[in-house]
């Protein structure tokens, strides 16, 4: 495993999500819940949405198209119309850096 920095930690405040492409992996989506980061899959396991366009509250990111909710810690899906979680990532702070294990 290895640590792939994606951001540095200023860049999203808290309650917020930012998108990032990094190479050979899907867009994925870094979101600050009051100063824990969390990375997920970006792209809603129902249709092509990104999830960093959706409303964010208690923990839960709610998809921009067709409304289906995600626990952003799990990535578990929590309401239809999606059924498949969103893959998660061991994620981690270093040196001021928001990134994952890959
Ligand atoms: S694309 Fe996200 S719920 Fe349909």
């Known amino acids: 495993m290895a640590f ?4 540095t930690t200023d860049e999203i ?4 999500s930012l998108r990032v492409e990094p190479d050979n992996l899907p867009p994925l ?3 600050n819940l009051d100063g824990e980061y969390f990375v ?5 396991s129902h249709g092509d ?3 960093c366009d959706g409303e964010i509250e208690d923990g839960e990111v ?8 995600f626990c952003i810690k799990t990535g578990k899906a929590l309401t239809f119309p ?7 990532y061991l994620t981690r702070v270093v040196d001021g850096k928001v990134g994952i294990e890959v």
């Open 4 to 7: 792939l920095p994606l951001c």
């Open 13 to 16: 405040e808290a309650g917020a």
């Open 29 to 31: 989506a870094i979101f």
């Open 40 to 44: 997920i899959n970006d792209t809603c």
């Open 49 to 51: 949405a990104s999830l």
């Open 62 to 69: 709610e998809c921009p198209w067709h409304n289906a909710k």
């Open 82 to 88: 999606a059924v498949e979680a969103q893959k998660t």
